[in-house]
């Protein structure tokens, strides 16, 4: 229909042809591949009185629709996590093929609407929807390779982040998860630092176009979570599931057995060369936090770390707190003059 004019895109609605890159790209086509759903499009249909004949405009899905016609047209390869990266649709197998020229893609045909009636139909439809959140926001702003390796990772860490109680699903689909990586990513690059929303958006910025880090990023974070899941099993469910408090266990592992630049030299905590040189020690200490602060032990020799996990949890202070109480479990060396810096 593209290519014989049948549809057409009406650049009242759409933001013109070719925005997606790459990895969105793909990502699209594996979602259709592994016949998992995507938003209905939204056609018009109208009669053209000088040709005599019904038209159909795309006023909502053009990249979608533009897509689907590019890669049946081998245009691009998959790339990424599929299971079919590195092929053109001509080099997909019989059975790939069947899925993607057969797959149902559900349509709304609007009849004999004006323009202004289409906008007032988006408007009505936006009403009801929830605002944006700032992961979601940054998630519709970016269509780089930052965006689509924290997509990645989601779907990769999705089923640890609920079977251990860190985030329920509908705080995925919100994006918590989102957030959260993208904070680890963060720590790795600064250090314990406050987190806002700008300096993650300068992270998503930093690496919209070119990301050389992604195989590098990918091995801290999976090696870290994929510890947790082996070796501290017991922490499933506890306070320390709480997603500030695994982002400071997930930085002090990474710090222990990789080293984070920063962390070495603000607070001269070298790494260990392992996530912690006694699991059974490890798992015992970090039970200790996670039961004092359930239970709000401020007095108690965990104080610093409750005190951490105590409101503003993702300000330097408290992060610092709880990521040098998680380090001395781990059996990093802490310094005084580092557990001085501690300032409650």
């Known amino acids: 229909m593209l290519d014989r004019r049948e549809l057409v895109v009406n650049n009242d609605y759409q933001r013109g042809a070719g925005l997606w890159p790459d990895g969105a790209s793909s990502y699209f086509i594996d979602t259709i591949l592994e016949n998992f759903p995507f938003p209905k499009i939204y056609m018009a249909e109208y009669l053209d009185r000088t040709r005599r004949s019904i038209r159909k405009e795309i006023v909502d899905g053009q990249q979608r629709i533009t897509t689907i016609h590019r890669f049946y047209k ?22 790939a093929k069947d899925q993607f020229l057969t797959y149902s893609i559900g349509v709304d045909v ?26 979601e926001r940054r998630h519709s702003s970016f269509q ?10 989601s779907d990769k860490f999705d089923p640890f982040f609920t079977n251990f109680g860190v985030f329920t699903r509908r705080q995925i689909v919100r994006m918590a998860d989102a957030e959260l990586l993208a904070e680890c990513i ?28 992604i195989s590098e990023y990918d091995n801290y974070l999976s090696t870290a979570i994929d510890f947790i899941i082996s070796e501290l099993e017991p922490l499933r469910n506890t306070y320390l599931m709480k997603p500030y408090a695994l982002h400071s266990l997930i930085t002090a592992l990474i710090h222990c057995r990789y080293g984070i630049a920063e962390i070495s ?38 104080s610093d ?40």
């Not at 609007?110 to 992961?135: H, K, V």
């Not at 040098?324 to 003059?337: F, Q, T, Y």
């Open 110 to 135: 609007i009849r004999n609407a004006s323009s202004s009636q289409i906008l007032q139909m988006f408007r009505r439809m936006n009403a009801y929807t929830l605002p944006l959140n700032e992961a």
């Open 186 to 213: 963060l720590a790795v690059e600064k250090g314990i630092i406050s987190t806002s929303s700008s300096n993650l958006k300068e992270l998503y910025e930093k690496y919209d176009e070119d990301f050389q880090l």
């Open 265 to 302: 030299n603000t607070l001269n905590i070298e790494p260990i060369g392992v996530f912690t040189n006694n699991s059974q020690r490890a798992r015992a200490s970090l039970l200790e936090l996670a039961r004092a602060h359930e239970t709000k032990e401020l007095d108690g020799p965990h």
């Open 74 to 95: 081998n245009e691009f390869r998959i790339s990424g996590d599929s299971r079919h990266a590195g092929r053109f649709f001509d080099e997909l197998d019989d059975d």
């Open 144 to 153: 780089g390779k930052f965006k689509w390796f924290i997509n990645h990772l």
């Open 305 to 344: 770390y409750v005190w951490g996990a105590s409101g503003g949890t993702n300000r330097l202070p408290r992060r610092m707190a709880r990521i040098l109480a998680i380090l001395n479990a781990l059996g990093a060396n802490i310094p005084a003059e580092a557990n001085a810096l501690v300032l409650r």
